[in-house]
Nanobody
Framework: QVQLVESGGGLVQPGGSLRLSCVAS????????MGWYRQGPGKQRELVAAITSGGRTNIADAVKGRFTISRDNAKNTLTLQMTSLKPEDTAVYYC???????????????WGQGPPVTVSS
């Protein structure tokens, strides 16, 4: 079984910073692309940022210059550093990864549980 466990959500004031972390565990052969998605109140889930196993990133225009995505392949971890947060960043943030399972060699699309981030004064 493969799973993603996230941490780091919470309440922050506008202009503040938060760091989200995501750790993949289980029967893992390799991890391809990883990313963060978010779903705000009454909105559809949207891509925030993604990163390939080689480190190439894709950042949504809405957060470009404020959010940074990074990963540690040796530790199977993904991080989203969020700065200059705005009320419109309020959402549930989901970690996502394409994982090759060790035993079955299947390609799995795995999601984390989604810590909430609230930006409010």
């Amino acid at each position: 079984q493969v799973q993603l466990v996230e941490s780091g959500g919470g309440l922050v004031q506008p202009g503040g910073s938060l760091r989200l972390s995501c750790v993949a565990s289980g029967s893992i052969l390799s991890i391809n692309a990883m990313g963060w998605y978010r779903q705000g109140p009454g909105k559809q889930r949207e891509l925030v940022a993604a990163i390939t196993s080689g480190g190439r990133t894709n950042i949504a225009d809405a957060v470009k210059g404020r959010f940074t995505i990074s990963r540690d392949n040796a530790k199977n971890t993904l991080t989203l550093q969020m700065t200059s947060l705005k009320p419109e960043d309020t959402a549930v943030y989901y970690c996502n990864a394409n994982i090759i399972e060790l035993r079955s060699l299947r390609s799995l699309d795995v999601w984390g549980q989604g810590p909430p981030v609230t930006v409010s004064s």
